[in-house]
């Protein structure tokens, strides 16, 4: 049986502790930033407190004022845009298919990665209501968007310790295909 932890934004020092692979539900506040907010946010500042809270990488459609869709983006995209918002007290980020070697770093003893399914779009904007926007002018896709979640089911792709689920699998799948592909060395005479 799959114990499920369940997290309230802001974050505290807590999820530190947690571990890749494990299952986790978020609840609170969380702040949807794409290339250009990371961008705008470096250049501008933070609109909101960054001191626990959660980076989900993600451009919802927004209809009316409501959430119709909101699946992670890629959050590679992201890697070299990071940074700064760890140093400023970001304790999440949430997306799909993981980060660069180099944000695993900066997550070291100070935040995680959590991971959500991409495809599930619908899934996602059922547990979420739209608390208010910054940036507006980037865009729907772009703009900084401030969404109350409630028990959005994650998981912990990189923990604060360096441990990356997504490396994992890269290895494994690396190590399988080149031990079922292998040519033999030709032998010399």
């Known amino acids: 049986m799959v114990t499920t932890i369940d997290?309230?934004?802001?974050l505290s020092h807590e999820v530190?502790?947690?571990?890749?692979?494990?299952?986790?539900?978020?609840?609170?506040?969380?702040?949807?930033?794409?290339?250009?907010?990371?961008?705008?946010?470096?250049e501008e500042g933070i609109p909101f407190d960054p001191h626990g809270a959660v980076i989900y990488h993600c451009g919802p459609v927004i209809h009316?004022?409501?959430?119709i869709a909101a699946g992670?983006?890629?959050?590679?995209?992201?890697?070299?845009?990071?940074?700064?918002?760890?140093?400023?007290?970001?304790?999440?980020?949430?997306?799909?298919?993981?980060m660069g070697r180099q944000v695993v770093e900066q997550m070291?003893?100070?935040a995680v990665y959590l991971s959500f399914t991409g495809g599930c779009a619908a899934l996602?904007?059922?547990r979420m209501s739209l608390r208010g926007v910054y940036f507006e002018d980037l865009g729907m896709a772009e703009a900084v968007y401030a969404i109350d979640l409630d028990h959005l089911p994650l998981v912990v792709g990189i923990d604060a310790s360096g441990n990356d689920l997504f490396d994992a699998v890269s290895r494994n799948a690396q190590a399988r295909f080149r031990k079922r592909f292998s040519v033999p060395r030709e032998v010399s005479p």
């Open 124 to 126: 996602a904007a059922s």
């Open 72 to 98: 992670p983006t890629t959050s590679a995209r992201m890697n070299a845009l990071s940074g700064f918002l760890l140093d400023r007290g970001v304790r999440a980020l949430v997306g799909k298919g993981g």
């Open 108 to 110: 070291k003893g100070r």
């Open 64 to 67: 009316q004022g409501k959430i």
């Open 16 to 42: 530190l502790m947690l571990r890749a692979g494990d299952h986790v539900t978020l609840s609170g506040t969380v702040y949807t930033a794409r290339d250009e907010a990371h961008l705008r946010m470096q």
């Open 7 to 10: 997290l309230c934004t802001p």
